[in-house]
């Protein structure tokens, strides 16, 4: 049985980090109720000139590195992102060229904050049936690009980076994914959309959301996708060691961990130093969490997110 493995894994911020009290200074908010409604302490904001495609790079050299390959062996990018520097080409074969590479395919993906799940489900098939043997995957964006910079409703909450991980075709072994559940429902756009774009408006747009209608979807729909995720694999959700999910909101974290009786000490948190980085928030809480020695090799661990659309879903692999 042939099955995607994740042989490496990076990350990169932008170097400006925005504090709730500077962003207190600019709109009518505060410190203590970002804190206490979200978790979110602070974000980080891409410098000027700096694209999504810079971000999903820097990710992808790292996660490389980390892989012990080189740009020659990659022969396939999918980059996850809501923010791609142009609407076309494709940021992937953007980071394809920045690499050097000029063999194998690159594509952008677009769930929204779902993105970087929607994206283990895609390489994983593209993997698994051989049309690639090892693949980048890149979660990146730039947020603070399509924030409107004076709706509190929204620009406390978001972020930019990016995280990337090497997936690779291995036969026989224990480790790789094992399921990946997504789902979308197109009905709840009104809630969280962008309100521009190359088709509707001819602008890039701004974000749109009706918080707390999100909320309430995105608990019960991120805890239904894990179990189902897990039950697709045959394996009780109290056999996973770590969960990494989404990170919009501590209380959706501790919402789903409390609805599923997961040890909050099991769900990895990021929110307080990244806010919502959308397609990116995944693979940079799974890498802060391999990186800080938490995620060891055979570990279970459960990915998951719910973003616009809405879209959602869950990925269960063995690191
Ligand atoms: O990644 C995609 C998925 N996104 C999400 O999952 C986000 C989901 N939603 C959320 O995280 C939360 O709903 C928010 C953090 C966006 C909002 O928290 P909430 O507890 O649901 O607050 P609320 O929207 O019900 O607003 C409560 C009050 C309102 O004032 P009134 O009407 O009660 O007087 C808002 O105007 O808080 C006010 N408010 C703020 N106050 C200070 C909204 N934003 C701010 C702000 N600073 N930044």
Redesign the pocket.
């Known amino acids: 049985m042939i099955r995607s493995v994740v042989k490496g894994i990076g990350s990169y911020l932008p170097e400006r980090i925005l504090s709730n009290e500077e962003l207190s200074k600019t709109?009518?908010?505060?410190d203590v109720?970002?804190r206490e409604?979200?978790g979110i302490g602070q974000r980080h904001i891409a410098a000027e000139g700096q694209c999504t495609s810079d971000l999903g790079l820097e990710a992808a050299k790292v996660a490389l590195k980390d892989a012990g390959m080189t740009a020659d062996d990659i022969d396939l990018i999918v980059v996850a992102t809501t923010t791609p520097d142009y609407t076309f080409p494709a940021t992937a074969t953007i980071i394809q060229n920045l690499l050097g590479i000029k063999h194998g395919a690159a594509f952008d993906l677009q769930a929204?904050?779902s993105g970087f799940i929607y994206g283990v489900n895609v390489v994983d098939s593209l993997l698994r049936t051989g049309t690639a043997k090892n693949a980048l995957l890149i979660g990146a964006e730039t947020f603070s690009r399509i924030l409107d910079w004076e709706d509190?409703?929204t620009c406390?909450?978001f972020g930019d980076g990016a995280g990337a991980v090497v997936l690779s075709a291995e036969e026989g072994g224990e480790s790789g994914v094992l399921n990946s559940f997504i789902r979308s429902n197109g009905e709840h756009r009104e809630l969280?959309y962008v309100d521009g774009g190359p088709s509707k408006t001819q602008t890039v747009g701004h974000v749109r959301?009706i918080?707390?209608q999100?909320?309430k979807h995105?608990v019960k729909d991120i805890a239904g996708a894990m179990q189902q995720c897990a039950e697709g694999a045959g394996i009780p959700i109290s056999d996973i060691d770590w969960f990494v999910p989404?990170q919009?909101?501590q209380?959706?974290l501790n919402g789903v961990a409390k609805r599923l009786k997961l040890d909050p000490a099991q769900v990895i948190s990021t929110v307080e130093f990244h806010a919502?980085t959308?397609a990116a928030s995944v693979p940079l809480a799974m890498d802060a969490a391999v990186k800080d020695g938490r995620i060891k090799r055979g570990d279970l661990v459960m990915l998951e997110a719910?973003?616009?659309g809405f879209t959602w879903g869950a990925s269960l692999l063995r690191y």
């Not at 709109?27 to 505060?30: D, G, I, L, N």
């Open positions: 709109v009518e908010t505060s109720w970002i409604r979200t929204v904050c509190r409703t406390v909450l969280l959301m918080g707390n999100v909320f995105a989404h919009a909101n209380r959706i919502n959308s719910f973003g616009g």
